[in-house]
Every structure is written in C-alpha cells, then in structure tokens.
C-alpha cells in the first residue's frame, strides 16, 4: 500500500504563489505516476499536473504555464509550485499516485486565493 500526504496549502492573495509538497510511504516502488488533482463543491475532480515513470509531463489545461510540477526519480515525492494564482485555483488539492492498477489519494490541503 501507498500512503500520501499533503502540506503546503493556505490563503494568497491573487497574483501570489503557493507551493504543495506530496510525500509517500509504504509500497514506494513500482510508482506508475503521481499526480496533484483538485476539487470544488460542485465540481469534477480535475488533473492539474502530474509525472509518469517515463517522465513525461503533462498539466491540466486551466494550469499550464503557471504551475510547475517536480519529483524524484522514484515518483515518491511531488513538488508543485503554483505562480500567479487566480481566485478560481482555490479548491482542495490532493496528491494521487497509480501503482500497479491501484489508485492512492491523499487527504487533500484546502488552497484559497482571494481575490
């Protein structure tokens, strides 16, 4: 099994940056990819960036050119700089990682940007 935790979320003004942390424990080999999602009330879960084992990297749309993800080579640890930060980025953000056909999920660390 795969545990997950967040840190790093709080409140920004517009405009500011924000940085999250994922850090896992237990099962941390054989890590497909890890991800950050994130999630408002009343909204689907959406991809806002994540890693493969190859290294690809791929961020959701509403994100590109402002977030930066990063990891270790091991996918156990992800890394997500957010810049520029926009009152529709406040959501809850949760780490995610596949390891052979399973899914993990984090908590989730609450991110407002007020505005």
């Known amino acids: 099994q795969v545990k997950l935790v967040e840190s790093g979320g709080g409140l920004v003004q517009a405009g500011g940056s924000l940085s999250l942390n994922c850090s896992s424990s237990?099962?941390?080999?054989?890590?497909?990819?890890i991800a950050w999602y994130r999630q408002t009330p009343g909204k689907q879960r959406e991809l806002v960036a994540r890693?493969?084992?190859?290294?690809?990297?791929e961020y959701g749309n509403s994100v590109r050119g402002r977030f930066t993800i990063s990891g270790d080579s091991a996918l156990n640890t992800a890394y997500l700089q957010m810049n520029s930060l926009k009152p529709e980025d406040t959501a809850v953000y949760y780490c995610?990682?596949?390891?052979?056909?399973?899914?993990?999920w984090g908590q989730g660390t609450q991110v407002t940007v007020s505005s």
């Open positions: 237990g099962s941390t080999g054989s890590i497909d990819y």
């Open positions: 890693i493969s084992s190859s290294g690809i990297i």
């Open positions: 995610y990682v596949r390891r052979l056909w399973t899914n993990y």
